[in-house]
């Protein structure tokens, strides 16, 4: 089975504070996602990537930078922690061409700003 | 802008009962709708639908797209209380598989 591991499921983290989210794939998928879900929201795209080192902003990457210096590891960084970033964080992979089943999911990361 | 909208926003049934989830949408260059389940934790793949009209079916889930009218909905038959979840919708609206969301329809099956 195609796993997305993320590293943490909780965390508490202080305003102003730098926060690492890591989340690391085992099946070789070139695309992996860095999503956000808040109530009556859903899930919105922080950033992409399509490849190493390649990253594209998604709808809401204010306050959010990724990293992916390897193909199976996409990092995504609270610059500096604001209590608006409480969120469940949800990674993603897919496979570049043949997505027949759309996304395969971390378990989620639920983050509070305090 | 590109959207994704499910109906109803939650839902609360007794088992046995028959549920039906509509996902509408308003994309360009619309190429695959998704649908997720999602318990407490990552959401699971449920079904692909890249073809109008054509039923996908997994025993007692069934969905099905309507390309001309935009939308897809999911059938739950013969409810159990391990079918409540949220239901997620998503849609490649610009075939490069990056999903656009629907907020989700949360569903409570009662014992």
């Known amino acids: 089975d195609v796993k997305v591991t993320q590293s943490s499921r909780y965390l508490v983290k202080r305003t102003g504070e730098k926060v690492f989210l890591e989340c690391v794939q085992d099946m070789d998928h070139e695309n992996m996602f860095w999503y956000r879900q808040d109530p009556g929201l859903g899930l919105r795209l922080i950033y992409f990537?399509?490849?190493?080192?390649?990253?594209e902003k998604g709808d809401i990457p204010e306050g959010y930078s990724v990293s992916r210096e390897k193909k199976e590891r996409f990092s995504l960084i609270l610059e500096s922690a604001s209590t608006n970033q409480t969120s469940m964080y949800l990674c993603?992979?897919?496979?570049?061409?043949?997505?027949?089943?759309?996304?395969?999911f971390g378990s989620g990361t639920r983050l509070t700003v305090v | 802008e590109d959207k994704v909208v499910q109906s109803p926003l939650s839902l609360v049934v007794h088992e046995g009962d028959t549920v039906t989830l509509n996902c509408s949408y308003e994309v360009t260059n619309f190429r695959s709708l998704l649908w997720y389940k999602q318990e407490k934790k990552a959401p699971t793949f449920l079904f692909m639908l890249t073809s109008s009209g054509i039923e996908k079916k997994s025993g007692r889930l069934s969905s099905i797209l309507d390309k001309k009218e935009l939308f897809s909905i999911l059938n739950i038959t013969a409810t159990q209380t391990g079918d409540s979840a949220v239901y997620l919708c998503a849609v490649d609206a610009s075939g490069t598989y990056k999903y656009i969301f629907g907020t989700g329809t949360r569903l409570k099956v009662l014992a």
């Open positions: 990537s399509y490849d190493v080192k390649m990253k």
């Open positions: 993603a992979s897919s496979l570049s061409m043949t997505a027949a089943h759309g996304y395969t």
